[in-house]
């Protein structure tokens, strides 16, 4: 059941890259119809769905699969995701200043442009759990915080604060599940989940639609949506439990395509370099059709194409030389062998 990633001595379960590239499929197609979301009652129903699992979704298997449970790597984080962040970081500030001649409202505002959150935020969430890993109810606690934070009125984008603290439960679960014999996801690896899984998301679908896509984004405090402070509350942890049920739900499947593990491999340069396709370019072509359904359909071809060629060898190559370059810019000469160390 398990491949290997390379030609090295590391062993992956393709099950897990499978799920992955299912994911990021929808994550692309969610992006491409989210221009179209606010005059199409339709597609909003099928963006917040999305909305309400893939991200927590992905976090989850990033916990799942962390290697220091209890320590801190500086060297890795630093090499893998502190040079990655920069390097799409200045990618996207650059097409900002070549069509608009101006830096993002992102970078202004001190946050990390559109769809990098993700990566900033990984950064801290590694940072971070081997602190709350040492606590007794590590989960709990950061379901606590997420919610305590909520409660202050200030702005969710500035520095990635709330989605760093609100998406970091799912992070910790994964984490915990991968060591937990009842919550592993191999248990739902099997025919009989992957019907139960099926009917779990379909019943999502259609009684979901309670949370309201500004909660489900992660980035707004509880002042800041349009509900009492206590249905506020309520509804941040009705979604920690309905997006935990639809993450195992979602993973029994989608672990058995098997076809897709490759592009499961790449996920990293397929969300960092979609956006930029899709801002750029196919969100003002989606403004020329002008039934729902027809941009479904477009966005399901073009996310479908995005994917596989994102997922390319070329595309590799041209990102880890990109971000090779950064890295010799930022890292000091003495520690280019520690950057190749990490990069094994």
Same mark, same amino acid.
């Given at each position: 059941?398990?491949?290997? !990633?390379?030609?090295?001595?590391?062993?992956?379960?393709?099950?897990?890259?499978?799920?992955?590239?299912?994911?990021?499929?929808?994550?692309?197609?969610?992006?491409?119809?989210?221009?179209?979301?606010?005059?199409?009652?339709?597609?909003?129903?099928?963006?917040?769905?999305?909305?309400?699992?893939?991200?927590?979704?992905?976090?989850? *298997?990033?916990?799942?699969?962390?290697?220091?449970?209890?320590?801190?790597?500086?060297?890795?984080?630093?090499?893998?995701?502190?040079?990655?962040?920069?390097?799409?970081?200045?990618?996207?500030?650059?097409?900002?200043?070549?069509?608009?001649?101006?830096?993002?409202?992102?970078?202004?505002?001190?946050?990390?442009?559109?769809?990098?959150?993700?990566?900033?935020?990984?950064?801290?969430?590694? *940072?971070?759990?081997? /602190?709350?890993?040492?606590?007794?109810?590590?989960?709990?606690?950061?379901?606590?915080?997420?919610?305590?934070?909520?409660?202050?009125?200030?702005?969710?984008?500035?520095?990635?604060?709330?989605?760093?603290?609100?998406?970091?439960?799912?992070?910790?679960?994964?984490?915990?599940?991968?060591?937990?014999?009842?919550?592993?996801?191999?248990?739902?690896?099997?025919?009989?989940?992957?019907?139960?899984?099926?009917?779990?998301? *379909?019943?999502?679908?259609?009684?979901?639609?309670?949370?309201?896509?500004?909660?489900?984004?992660?980035?707004?405090?509880?002042?800041?949506?349009?509900?009492?402070?206590?249905?506020?509350?309520?509804?941040?942890?009705?979604?920690? /439990?309905?997006?935990?049920?639809?993450?195992?739900?979602?993973?029994?499947?989608?672990?058995?395509?098997?076809?897709?593990?490759?592009?499961?491999?790449?996920?990293?340069?397929?969300?960092?370099?979609?956006?930029?396709?899709?801002?750029?370019?196919?969100?003002?072509?989606?403004?020329?059709?002008?039934?729902?359904?027809?941009?479904?359909?477009?966005?399901?071809?073009?996310?479908?194409?995005?994917?596989?060629? *994102?997922?390319?060898?070329?595309?590799?190559?041209?990102?880890?030389?990109?971000? !090779? /370059?950064?890295?010799?810019?930022?890292?000091?000469?003495?520690?280019?062998?520690?950057?190749?160390?990490?990069?094994?």
């Amino acid at each position: 059941m398990l491949n290997r !990633a390379s030609a090295g001595s590391v062993m992956r379960d393709y099950r897990l890259d499978s799920i992955k590239a299912s994911l990021i499929f929808l994550v692309v197609f969610g992006h491409i119809i989210e221009a179209a979301v606010p005059g199409s009652p339709m597609l909003s129903r099928i963006y917040d769905f999305l909305y309400l699992f893939h991200m927590p979704a992905f976090i989850f *298997l990033n916990g799942y699969v962390v290697k220091e449970r209890f320590t801190v790597n500086y060297q890795t984080i630093f090499y893998k995701l502190i040079i990655p962040f920069v390097a799409l970081s200045l990618l996207y500030e650059l097409a900002e200043l070549i069509i608009y001649r101006d830096l993002s409202s992102y970078i202004k505002n001190g946050a990390p442009n559109w769809i990098l959150w993700y990566l900033y935020s990984l950064i801290f969430w590694k *940072l971070l759990t081997p /602190l709350f890993m040492r606590l007794r109810f590590a989960l709990g606690i950061s379901i606590a915080v997420s919610v305590a934070v909520s409660f202050v009125d200030f702005d969710g984008y500035a520095f990635g604060i709330m989605r760093t603290l609100v998406f970091f439960p799912f992070y910790i679960a994964g984490v915990q599940a991968a060591s937990s014999n009842r919550l592993r996801l191999e248990n739902v690896f099997n025919p009989k989940a992957a019907c139960v899984g099926a009917v779990i998301l *379909l019943l999502s679908y259609l009684f979901g639609d309670q949370f309201g896509t500004a909660l489900l984004y992660g980035s707004s405090t509880f002042p800041a949506l349009d509900e009492g402070l206590r249905e506020a509350v309520v509804m941040r942890l009705g979604h920690y /439990l309905l997006a935990g049920i639809c993450i195992y739900a979602f993973c029994a499947l989608t672990w058995w395509w098997r076809g897709l593990a490759k592009i499961g491999t790449r996920t990293l340069f397929i969300y960092a370099l979609h956006g930029l396709v899709v801002k750029y370019l196919l969100w003002d072509a989606l403004q020329k059709l002008n039934a729902p359904w027809q941009v479904a359909v477009a966005a399901l071809a073009a996310a479908t194409g995005l994917t596989w060629l *994102l997922s390319r060898d070329g595309v590799k190559r041209l990102m880890d030389g990109w971000i !090779a /370059l950064v890295g010799l810019v930022l890292a000091p000469r003495e520690n280019r062998r520690s950057q190749e160390q990490a990069k094994g």
